[in-house]
């Protein structure tokens, strides 16, 4: 048989069959949230069950309060936001899907929960009804983000169709600077091949500097894939992978762990194997990196200046940098270290786990904040693990905001937003207009990034302070 | 589903790159239930000001609020996975989106709805945007059987779909009903995928 890339192996061992030019998958995990009331309506609507309630997880986390939660669901103030938990909840119960709601003791974000739980295994294909479902690629999993539509195909089928994307391999080699993260890593490839870079392709991370990374910190770059437009990014499974799942609640035990093993350790892709498409980063070119703009991106080494559209040639992408500096109110040439903040979040999908935490919180203790700063961990598991560490009361002392977990301010669904022309530094994935709120401005940045800027009140070179 | 067969409408030239699905429906607003009220959501923070008031946005004013398509740039669609966009456009009586590429995940979205995402060359998609501009309030047609869209000028630009896609659309079909009649293939499916991998399941994890 041919060399395989493990795209190729996962696609092929979740295949069904062909039809017309489009093939039916078999989906093993499929992730709700409280948009995926939509879905539920429209099952409801069509008077159609859900195939396998066990393979289908729900969580609250979009509309969840990140304070004040003693009194549950019943004590959000908005109604409407009170009703998509509660609706949620009740949707989750009456079709007898698991449920993660906002009184379960590992409630916390979808994208987050999963691989704490061992839900995420490598091998699998998981969709799930939100854009960065991309973030489970990290286990060496299909992992697709899906519409209503298509998730309520799911829930009444377990399939899903689908034409087969393009393949792309991303090699990155070489050890990563002091002060740079994943998070550095992912905004310097969007940099480099665009927000529509990976358009039509599932993407492989692979190199040196993956193999090096922890598996949040793969997370964290699988996350950001739909921001280059690939709807898939993932990382063959090694022993991290295997180290991570093992012993966790739903991951397979005893024997069933040893035959699991021998399994994913024939998914990594073949000698030899090859893709529609090659991308190759060198890790020691990445510095501290920051969005100036209105997409991931419009990205630069936080040491740069914002760039002047007068000097750019294409026109269309003059007048798309003109129209980011416009809802940025930023001065071409502007040092991006001179870009001043009225807030900072840390959190989200993309840097809500433990290891992000940590190393906010190795900034954190260099100062105090100077600008109102929210220290928001994706689960209740993070949580957990932060206190015992002490990580809380770090944060606290440096006058960061220590809040209860959930997406928050990275999509600004649960009443917690920036005002109108408010700039904030955000661990978060898009800094689209209106995204943290109406009018808001966001600069994407590192967890050591954002803390940095936390205590300096403008966008800051960690390796300043932590050297 | 509603079918899509043939449109003439009038068309509203986006001239702007990456129209992400975060600006076709903010997202406060996704906790709305699908209907009539999406047609106000459609583009909300760039038709309306904070105080609830009109801006010059062209979707508020004749002839554009009577729009039937959308001629874009690359990449429109991107970002969230959100299918209020799609109600946002389809409510407001857009009923197809021509541009040189799209988000994956809208692009998905839109053929569930009876919305058609077609892609034309980026230099096709320019011109028809630059006839639209000297002519607003112009016509386009769009032929789905004859994979054909007529411009102002009356050329006529041939796209590609995917056939399942394009027969989906032009009978308004329900993909749960066309994948329901696979039902058997698909338990065959799991039996083997099972059997193949003891490790999956509650059975696994107790040991």
């Known amino acids: ?467 | 589903m509603q079918p899509f067969t043939t449109l003439t409408a009038i068309a509203v030239p986006m001239h702007e790159a990456n129209i992400d699905t975060n600006q076709l429906c903010p997202t406060r607003f996704n906790k709305v239930p699908r209907g009539p009220k999406y047609r106000e959501i459609l583009f909300y923070d760039s038709r309306f000001r904070p105080d609830g008031t009109q801006t010059e946005f062209m979707l508020n004013a004749s002839p554009y609020d009577q729009s039937g398509v959308i001629v874009a740039d690359r990449n429109f669609g991107c970002g969230s996975s959100r299918e209020t966009a799609v109600y946002a456009l389809y409510e407001f009586g857009i009923r197809c989106v021509i541009a040189p590429s799209f988000g994956d995940i809208f692009a998905a979205n839109c053929a569930k709805n009876g919305l058609l995402a077609l892609t034309l060359p980026e230099e096709e998609c320019a011109a028809i945007r630059r006839q639209l501009q000297d002519k607003p309030g112009a016509k386009v047609s769009v032929d789905l059987a004859a994979q054909t869209v007529t411009d102002v000028a009356g050329k006529v630009h041939k796209f590609e779909i995917h056939e399942v896609r394009k027969r989906c659309l032009l009978e308004g079909l329900d993909d749960i009903a066309r994948t329901q009649q696979y039902a058997e293939r698909i338990a065959g499916f799991e039996k083997g995928y099972y059997k193949d991998r003891p490790w999956l399941g509650a059975a696994a994890r107790q040991s």
């Open chain 1, 1 to 467: 048989m041919s060399p395989q890339s493990i795209f190729e192996k996962l696609w092929n061992s979740h295949h069904i069959l062909t039809d017309e030019g489009e093939s039916l998958m078999y989906v093993d995990v499929a992730l709700a949230q409280e948009n995926t009331l939509h879905a539920f309506t429209a099952l409801e609507k069509a008077k159609r069950k859900v195939l396998h309630p066990q393979q289908i997880y729900a969580f609250t986390d979009h509309y969840v309060p990140t304070t004040g939660r003693a009194k549950g669901p019943a004590g959000i103030p908005d109604a409407g936001i009170r009703n998509m938990v509660i609706d949620m909840q009740d949707m989750a119960k009456k079709y007898g899907v698991t449920l993660f709601g906002m009184a379960h003791r590992d409630q916390g974000i979808m994208h987050i929960v999963p691989p704490e739980q061992g839900i995420i295994q490598p091998g699998l294909f998981v969709i799930g009804n939100d854009s960065h479902t991309s973030t489970h690629g990290a286990f060496g999993c299909l992992a697709y983000g899906v519409g209503a539509s298509e998730f309520a195909h799911v829930m009444a089928t377990q399939a899903l169709w689908q034409r087969k994307p393009k393949a792309m391999r991303i090699t990155i080699d070489g050890k990563l600077g002091f002060g740079v993260s994943a998070k550095d890593v992912i905004l310097a490839l969007i940099a480099k091949i665009g927000v529509d870079g990976a358009t039509g392709y599932a993407m492989e991370y692979a190199g040196s500097t993956i193999a090096a990374l922890s598996m949040e910190g793969r997370m964290t770059i699988c996350n950001m894939s739909i921001e280059a437009g690939g709807r898939v990014g993932l990382i063959a499974p090694d022993d991290k992978t295997y180290a991570y799942v093992e012993g966790r609640q739903y991951a397979p035990k005893g024997k069933a762990w040893q035959q699991a093993l021998d399994g994913w350790r024939a998914l990594a892709t073949d000698a030899g194997a090859t893709f529609d498409k090659e991308v190759t980063l060198d890790a020691a070119s990445i510095a501290p990196t920051a969005t100036w703009g209105v997409n991931p991106s419009q990205a630069l080494p936080v040491t740069g200046v914002v760039p002047d559209p007068a000097g750019i040639k294409d026109p269309q992408q003059r007048s798309e940098y003109e129209t980011a500096l416009e809802y940025m109110a930023l001065r071409p040439g502007m040092g991006l270290q001179d870009i001043k903040l009225d807030r900072v979040f840390i959190g989200s999908c993309t840097n809500g786990r433990i290891e992000d935490l940590r190393a906010a919180a190795e900034v954190a203790k260099h100062g105090r904040a100077v600008v109102p700063t929210w220290v928001v961990p994706g689960s209740m598991s993070v949580m957990r693990q932060a206190e015992a560490e002490g990580l809380d009361k770090i944060f606290i002392k440096a006058g960061f905001e220590w809040r209860d977990p959930g997406c928050s301010m990275c999509t600004a669904i649960n009443g917690d937003y920036l005002q109108p022309g408010e700039r904030c530094a955000s661990t978060s994935n898009r800094n689209f207009r209106n995204r943290q709120g109406p009018g808001g401005r966001t600069h994407l940045v590192s967890p050591a990034m954002a803390a940095a800027a936390a205590i300096k009140g403008h966008l800051t070179d960690v390796r300043e302070i932590l050297k």
